[in-house]
């Protein structure tokens, strides 16, 4: 258990409403990652974070804001949700000297 | 930018036989990781096997195996004596070496594997 929460694990919202996706992490690790999970599409990179208020756009960041304002949070908001915002969301987490990402359990995210 | 292909959608093999998994890359870095995830119908991404590039050796995790070609760009992972469990969706993933803001971890399409009893 690599100490990561994401929250809630299972959504569902209507179309045009605000969302935000929480992930909690408890071991400090330094970069925390968004990603979404498709059919035929694999995990793609949402956002990320290399340290608090340090973020950078994923290749597909369009509808989707970050904010890490301390080490253990890493939130992700839809500002306004569409259906093609439908998907299973994976948070990850590595510290620097990690060779590989510790994933949270996934949420999924239902867009009516 | 570096990409990562996974050609073959699906996959099926015979519990206790063999199957290898491909994978390919694309990248012009020289050091780098790889990976295998398996996700089983839990969700859960659990890590099967890493390969650090700047290695000649192949990397073993009991019965499961990789075949990493550099030059090729190729990383497939074999899986030996396959049981029921093995059954899941299976991600090959790239990260750079580097630190920063370019260490992130780039996704396959993902192979689903289902094994006959």
């Known amino acids: 258990d690599a100490g990561i929460t994401q929250s809630p694990r299972h959504k569902v919202t209507e179309t045009g409403t605000p969302v935000t996706l929480r992930c909690h992490q408890t071991?400090?690790?330094?970069?925390m990652y968004w990603y979404r999970q498709d059919p035929g599409h694999g995990l793609r990179l949402i956002h990320y974070?290399?340290?608090?208020?340090?973020?950078d756009k994923g290749e597909v960041s369009d509808g989707y804001s970050v904010s890490r304002s301390k080490t253990e949070d890493f939130l992700l908001t839809l500002e306004s949700a569409t259906s093609s915002q439908t998907s299973v969301y994976f948070c990850?987490?590595?510290?620097?000297?990690?060779?590989?990402?510790?994933f949270g359990q996934g949420t999924r995210l239902t867009v009516v | 930018a570096q990409t990562v292909t996974q050609s073959q959608p699906e996959m099926s093999v015979q519990e206790a036989e063999t199957v290898t998994l491909s994978c390919t890359y694309d990248?012009?870095?020289?050091?780098?990781?790889l990976f295998w995830y398996k996700q089983p119908p839990s969700r859960q991404m659990i890590l099967v096997i890493r390969?650090?590039?700047?290695?000649?050796q192949n990397a073993t995790e009991n019965r499961f195996s990789v075949n990493f070609q550099k030059a090729a760009k190729s990383f497939s992972l074999k899986i030996s004596d396959s049981q029921l469990g093995d059954a899941a969706m299976y991600f090959c993933?790239?990260?750079?070496?580097?630190?920063?803001?370019?260490?992130?971890?780039?996704f396959g399409k993902g192979i689903t594997l289902s094994v006959r009893p």
């Open positions: 990850a987490i590595k510290n620097r000297a990690d060779t590989e990402a510790f």
């Open positions: 071991e400090n690790h330094r970069y």
């Open positions: 974070s290399y340290g608090v208020k340090d973020t």
């Open positions: 990248t012009s870095e020289s050091d780098y990781y």
């Open positions: 390969q650090e590039a700047y290695k000649q």
């Open positions: 993933a790239y990260r750079s070496r580097s630190t920063g803001a370019n260490s992130k971890l780039t």
